[in-house]
């Protein structure tokens, strides 16, 4: 077995130890496609290069985890800065692999947050982009959660698997409350969960907000999940992701 296919299946067999869904790996140059984008979360921010994180980066490691229900982006907002504690699980298993190549001697970036993490998941087979500009995976729609990990162990690489998992339906574009949506495309200004990491900025939203992004408590509040809740990929019936009826309808 190579050196490359060695370190793979011995990585794969740490995910399945943790219970991680989905891990994959790409080379990292694919990456430098994006870097210098904007970065929608991020008023000030563009996209980075692997190189950024690491000047010998060869691989990037994509970790990803399913998550239902509208906790899971539950946000906090602490020293400025935003957290979403429904990612910690998924960050402490990504820790957990970043740790491991390094103890086999490679060095190992965790967390690249500005690396484009939907298109990294795409590169490694996870998903296709949806009509909501999110990664739709086949067998739970749009509730991937992704992680990464810029290292210089070479690996063995994962194809991207083009599919329309869309085809006619448009339902996240009707549902979405500010008409942000257009098919693979989003107005970031107009969509809430913009509006609610940056301020927000426009009064027009202000009810929205509170309907579909409510405060929780001081700093802590739900995003909004509509163009998620609505979409029927994954086979995950709505009325079992967040307990309410179908949210189509209201
Ligand atoms: S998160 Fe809400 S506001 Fe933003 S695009 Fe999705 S449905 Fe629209
Ligand atoms: S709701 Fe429909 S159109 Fe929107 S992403 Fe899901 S499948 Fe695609």
Same mark, same amino acid.
């Given at each position: 077995?190579?050196e490359?296919?060695?370190?793979?299946e +011995?990585?794969?067999?740490?995910?399945?130890?943790?219970? =991680?869904?989905?891990?994959?790996?790409i080379p990292? &140059?694919?990456?430098d496609e994006f870097?210098?984008? &904007?970065? +929608?979360?991020?008023?000030?921010? !563009?996209?980075?290069?692997?190189?950024?994180y690491l000047?010998?980066?060869?691989?990037?490691?994509?970790?990803?985890?399913?998550a239902?229900?509208?906790?899971?982006?539950?946000?906090?907002r602490?020293r400025g800065?935003?957290?979403?504690?429904?990612?910690?699980?998924? &960050?402490?298993?990504?820790w957990? =692999?970043g740790?491991?190549?390094?103890?086999?001697?490679y060095?190992?970036?965790?967390?690249?947050?500005?690396?484009?993490?939907? +298109?990294?998941?795409?590169?490694?087979?996870?998903?296709?982009?949806?009509?909501? !500009?999110?990664?739709?995976?086949?067998?739970?729609?749009?509730?991937?959660r992704?992680?990464?990990?810029?290292?210089?162990?070479?690996?063995e690489? /994962?194809?991207?698997?083009e599919? /329309?998992?869309?085809?006619? %339906?448009?339902?996240?574009? *009707?549902? %979405?409350?500010?008409?942000?949506?257009?098919?693979?495309? =989003?107005?970031?200004?107009? %969509?809430?969960?913009?509006?609610?990491? *940056?301020?927000?900025?426009?009064?027009?939203?202000?009810?929205?907000? &509170?309907?579909?992004s409510?405060?929780?408590?001081?700093?802590?509040?739900?995003? %909004?999940?509509?163009c998620? *809740?609505?979409?029927?990929?994954?086979g995950?019936?709505?009325w079992?992701?967040?307990?309410?009826?179908?949210?189509?309808?209201?």
């Open positions: 077995m190579s490359s296919a060695e370190i793979t +011995n990585m794969r067999q740490k995910a399945r130890e943790l219970n =991680i869904d989905l891990i994959g790996a990292s &140059e694919l990456m870097a210098g984008m &904007e970065v +929608n979360w991020d008023r000030w921010g !563009t996209m980075k290069s692997p190189r950024d000047p010998d980066a060869r691989s990037v490691v994509v970790v990803a985890e399913a239902f229900g509208p906790t899971i982006d539950l946000a906090v602490r800065g935003w957290n979403y504690v429904g990612y910690k699980p998924l &960050e402490l298993d990504t957990e =692999i740790s491991y190549l390094q103890s086999l001697g060095q190992a970036e965790v967390f690249p947050s500005h690396l484009s993490q939907k +298109n990294m998941a795409r590169l490694a087979g996870m998903g296709s982009f949806g009509k909501n !500009t999110l990664l739709l995976n086949p067998d739970v729609g749009p509730y991937l992704i992680d990464g990990i810029v290292t210089d162990a070479p690996l690489y /994962d194809e991207p698997v599919a /329309d998992l869309c085809g006619s %339906c448009e339902r996240c574009l *009707q549902a %979405c409350p500010t008409g942000a949506l257009q098919p693979f495309e =989003i107005e970031a200004e107009k %969509c809430l969960v913009h509006q609610r990491l *940056q301020g927000p900025d426009d009064v027009r939203y202000a009810g929205l907000l &509170e309907q579909y409510p405060r929780l408590a001081s700093g802590a509040y739900l995003m %909004c999940q509509r998620q *809740q609505v979409c029927p990929v994954g995950i019936p709505p079992e992701r967040d307990g309410t009826t179908d949210p189509v309808s209201h």
